[in-house]
């Protein structure tokens, strides 16, 4: 079991940068990937970034060269930095890890992008 906390989100203008951070306790010898999920009201939770223990790295086609995905070596930390953020960015954002191929999830953090 991973215990994550989400942390970072809130009010930005469009145009602006946000850094997103996420913080794993637990059982982290575990955790083979980790990653960045977004969902905005009435729409799926999707995929915005994910990177792998070897790290390897993917993007959503909408955040590609806008985001980036990075962790510490520890695998205890997680950060988001997003730039020229714009409206349709607009969710909450929920870290996830994969730890011995199960699902674990944040809370979520929510970030608002102002037109």
């Known amino acids: 079991q991973v215990q994550l906390v989400e942390s970072g989100g809130g009010l930005v203008q469009s145009g602006g940068s946000l850094r997103l951070s996420c913080t794993a306790s637990?059982?982290?010898?575990?955790?083979?990937?980790m990653g960045w999920f977004r969902q905005a009201p009435g729409n799926q939770r999707d995929l915005v970034a994910r990177i792998t223990n070897e790290g390897n790295i993917k993007y959503a086609d909408s955040v590609k060269g806008r985001f980036t995905i990075s962790r510490s070596n520890a695998n205890t930390t997680m950060y988001l930095q997003m730039s020229n953020l714009r409206p349709e960015d607009t969710a909450v954002y929920y870290c996830?890890?994969?730890?011995?191929?199960?699902?674990?999830w944040g809370q979520g953090t929510q970030v608002t992008v102002s037109s």
């Open positions: 996830y890890a994969d730890v011995f191929g199960r699902d674990n």
């Open positions: 637990g059982s982290i010898f575990g955790i083979r990937i």
